[in-house]
């Protein structure tokens, strides 16, 4: 069992940056491809990114693609997402995702999740 908190996460204007984190509890983090993703209100679930368990390879969703960036520091049990340049439409609820599978857009690759924190970006 793994559990995540998500944090960073807080109200900027456009053009802004926010790094957001993820901690995770127990001893087994680096087992675990970890993904970030993304709810706006009335839309779907939306992959922003996903790394490896070492953290070598790195995958990103076309919006998140040269803006953001993942990273994990497997010491630590925590994995982040920089994010620069920043959008209104980038508003929304941004979960961590934990899972045993190889890096994945789909939300069924994902066996853990966060309780989602609010980013919100003004014009």
């Known amino acids: 069992q793994v559990q995540l908190v998500e944090s960073g996460g807080g109200l900027v204007q456009a053009g802004g940056s926010l790094r957001l984190s993820c901690a995770a509890s127990?001893?087994?983090?680096?087992?675990?491809?970890m993904g970030w993703f993304r709810q706006a209100p009335g839309k779907e679930r939306e992959f922003v990114a996903a790394?490896?368990?070492?953290?070598?390879?790195?995958y990103y969703g076309d919006s998140a693609k040269g803006r953001f960036t993942i990273s994990r520091d497997n010491a630590k049990n925590t994995v982040y997402l920089q994010m620069n340049s920043l959008k209104p439409e980038d508003t929304a609820v941004y979960y961590c995702?934990?899972?045993?599978?190889?890096?994945?857009?789909?939300?069924?690759?994902?066996?853990?999740w966060g309780q989602g924190t609010q980013v919100t970006v003004s014009s």
């Open positions: 790394i490896s368990r070492s953290g070598g390879s790195t």
């Open positions: 995702a934990g899972g045993l599978r190889a890096p994945s857009e789909y939300v069924d690759a994902y066996n853990y």
């Open positions: 127990g001893r087994t983090f680096s087992s675990y491809t």
